[in-house]
């Protein structure tokens, strides 16, 4: 039987496909991946461009769709959990790719003077803002992720999300002071970071 007839014709809903993968019948996940595999591609296309590495990205987000398929509840569109997953793989690809660029083209730069205190204190920043990053919106976090991770153009972002230019920059302006707030967060409230804490510990059974 061929997958056009597993499909149904395109009528069988993807959360019903879905609910019979977890039940058991991990075969039909193929009926999922000729339906959104076009979708997915220009997703990756998106962030990667006409890299070698689409390909191999969308076969990768299929792989870990079907890993984590338990895991899908129902609460966003089956595509949009999908797309999601790819573009997160691209993202790392095109991270691991502007990082290889930059060992080519550039000269390590100097060193400074080893200082465990300063680079203590850069590992602690460093911590802050991922942590303030994870707890904000998903919508926050993606358009950030396009802009700084993928370095995409704002034009290429709002083809990506399929808005105009203008409202890209709404978005980052809000995603950018949603971080900031989130960085901040911890200083108004009188908390000290547990990472500053456990520095000082260690520093007063140092010195003792």
Known sequence: ??????????HVPDDEIVREVQAGARWRFGVLVRRHGGRLRGAVRGVLGDSADVEDVVQQAFVQALAAISTYEGGAAFST???????NEALMRARRARRATRVERLEPPPRPVDDPEQEAAAREAMAQVVAAAGRLPAGHREVLALRHAADLSLAEIA??????????????HRARAALRRAIMAPLREGRTPQFTLARRAAAANGSG
Not at 1 to 10: F, I, P, R, V
Not at 81 to 87: G, H, K, S, V, Y
Not at 160 to 172: F, I, N, P, Y
């Open 81 to 87: 959990w999908l797309t999601r997953i790819a573009l």
């Open 159 to 172: 083809a990506r999300l399929g808005v105009s230019e203008g409202a890209v920059k709404v978005r980052l």
């Open 1 to 10: 039987m061929t997958l056009e007839a597993l499909d149904g014709g395109g």
